[in-house]
């Protein structure tokens, strides 16, 4: 019912600076959060670490692995989010997956993205 279309991502070097986009097509659907969650290389494919999510109403929330380090914002439509990340380390290569749901919750999410891969290397 809602698409996620994320855009970003690719090879950065260690210290660079990361940004992602996600767009969604709502279809009416209601959405009110809306973030970014990473899968490490390697891992599981339903083990997905939280990185930033954002409310309807501008309410932030960090993963604890990139706070200082992350900014995240929403379109004045609210049906685009925006992720900014500075300092890339290599812990901070994998799949990012843009998520979306109908309420505020940090729990298991309504929607996702097919995510976009981001490599972290010299």
């Known amino acids: 019912q809602v698409r996620l279309t994320e855009s970003g991502g690719g090879l950065v070097r260690p210290g660079g600076f990361l940004k992602l986009s996600c767009t969604a097509s709502?279809?009416?659907?209601?959405?009110?959060?809306m973030g970014w969650y990473r899968r490490a290389p390697g891992a599981a494919e339903n083990k997905r670490e939280l990185?930033?999510?954002?409310?309807?109403?501008?309410?932030?929330h960090y993963g604890d692995s990139v706070k200082g380090r992350c900014t995240i914002s929403r379109d004045n439509a609210k049906t685009t989010v925006y992720l900014q990340m500075s300092g890339l380390r290599p812990e901070d290569a994998g799949v990012y997956y843009c998520?979306?749901?109908?309420?505020?919750?940090?729990?298991?999410?309504?929607?996702w993205g097919e995510g976009t891969l981001v490599t972290v290397s010299s």
């Open positions: 998520a979306a749901d109908r309420t505020p919750t940090l729990g298991p999410q309504d929607w």
């Open positions: 990185v930033a999510t954002i409310t309807i109403n501008e309410l932030t």
């Open positions: 709502t279809n009416g659907a209601n959405v009110n959060s």
